[in-house]
Nanobody, 124 residues
């Protein structure tokens, strides 16, 4: 079992950048596919980005392509989400999640472990 802890959220102006971190303990992250999701107030949680376990393939939802980058540092057992050119609509609680099976899907139900979330607020 792996425990996930997100950090790096905060308040930023539109056009700014933040880097979220997801630190893992209990198991090495190389054993999992990793994903980032977010949930805005009054909305359902949605997929943002993922990185595959085996080859490090990445995939993004359309609204963040070209602005967000997911990466993994196996030495630090941490996954990152670099967020550039932030927009007010990016405001949400961001969650990282781990999937044992390395599935090529974007569904919440396909992830086995979740962090507690970190708040990102983008002001206009």
């Amino acid at each position: 079992q792996v425990q996930l802890v997100e950090s790096g959220g905060g308040l930023v102006q539109a056009g700014g950048s933040l880097r979220l971190s997801c630190a893992a303990s209990g198991r090495t992250l190389s054993s999992y596919r990793m994903g980032w999701f977010r949930q805005a107030p009054g909305k359902e949680r949605e997929f943002v980005a993922r990185i595959s376990r085996t080859y490090g393939f990445t995939y993004y939802t359309n609204s963040v392509k070209g602005r967000f980058t997911i990466s993994r540092d196996t030495a630090k057992n941490t996954v990152y989400l670099q967020m550039n050119s932030l927009k007010p609509e990016d405001t949400a609680v961001y969650y990282c999640a781990a999937d044992v099976a390395d599935r090529a899907t974007n569904q919440e139900r396909d992830y086995d472990y979740w962090g507690q979330g970190t708040q990102v607020t983008v002001s206009s």
